[in-house]
């Protein structure tokens, strides 16, 4: 049943996991996020995949934790410590999972992303939004701060507009979530199409390029100004030696397309 939690399908070099607990509204209950985090894992030592697509069955993207996993240990005798850092554990190592993930991860939500489901939205590298997707942070609302969630939302947007919603816990449209850089794009004919479209365009790239380059981002953010690029230079000396570069280099100086090497 574990396995069921999330659906993976693999077609022409593009990877999408499904979460697939619609009756739950795709709340991250342990076992959700074990089967996550095992796709994840799995996906990572696959040479042939590029790029993943991440996107939900049923009226929610995802809603948050699972309240009700998490009220049922309030009568352990630790009152459910345990089992809240356990969940706020797993869910921080799935989160982190997806950006040290080597090939891009794209979010495709259409309908609503609340809380954790939010933080998941922010913590893939791209997303794309349906015209009816919306989200919020709305543990303010039951006593419950989005400190996790607001880890990976103030990592892409402005903090003042973090600030917002985490305060609030008011929903966001799509057009809104575009303009305060939560996600890259709305499309009217849905996300799914358009999370496509994107993920078959990074697909055609340089594979090598695209793991350097994923890699390199996210760890020269955390730096200051001279250590970021002092590790950047030394990133593309290295993807200078690669094959892929070697080959695309190359082609465009001879102006055709590329082929790049098998791996």
Known sequence: MTADLVLCEKSEQVATLTLNSPASRNALSLQLLGALSANLRELAAQDDIRVVILQAEGPAFCAGHDLK??????NDPDR????????????????????????????????????????????????VAGPHARFCT?????????????????????????????????????????????????????ARTGARTLAEEIARKSPQAIRFGKRAFYAQREKPLAEAYEMASAVMAENMLAEDAK????????????HWPEK
Not at 69 to 74: F, G, P, Q, S
Not at 169 to 175: D, L, M, N, Q, T
Not at 247 to 258: D, N, S, W
Request: aromatic share 4%; with cysteine; net charge negative.
């Open 69 to 74: 996993e998490l009220t049922a240990h309030r």
């Open 80 to 127: 459910g410590r345990a089992f809240f850092e356990t969940t706020m554990r797993a869910c921080s190592s799935v989160m982190q999972q997806i950006v040290s993930l080597p090939i891009p991860v794209i979010a495709a939500v259409d309908e609503m992303a609340t809380a954790a489901g939010c933080q998941l939205v922010a913590s893939c590298d791209l997303a």
């Open 138 to 190: 709305p543990g303010v609302d039951i006593g419950l701060f989005c400190s996790t969630p607001a880890v990976a939302l103030s990592r892409n947007v402005a903090p003042k507009h973090a600030m917002e919603m985490l305060l609030t816990g008011v929903p966001i449209g799509a057009e809104a979530a575009l303009r305060i850089g939560l996600v890259n794009r709305v499309e009217v004919e849905g």
């Open 247 to 258: 080959e695309g280099i190359a082609a465009f100086l001879e102006k055709r397309a590329p």
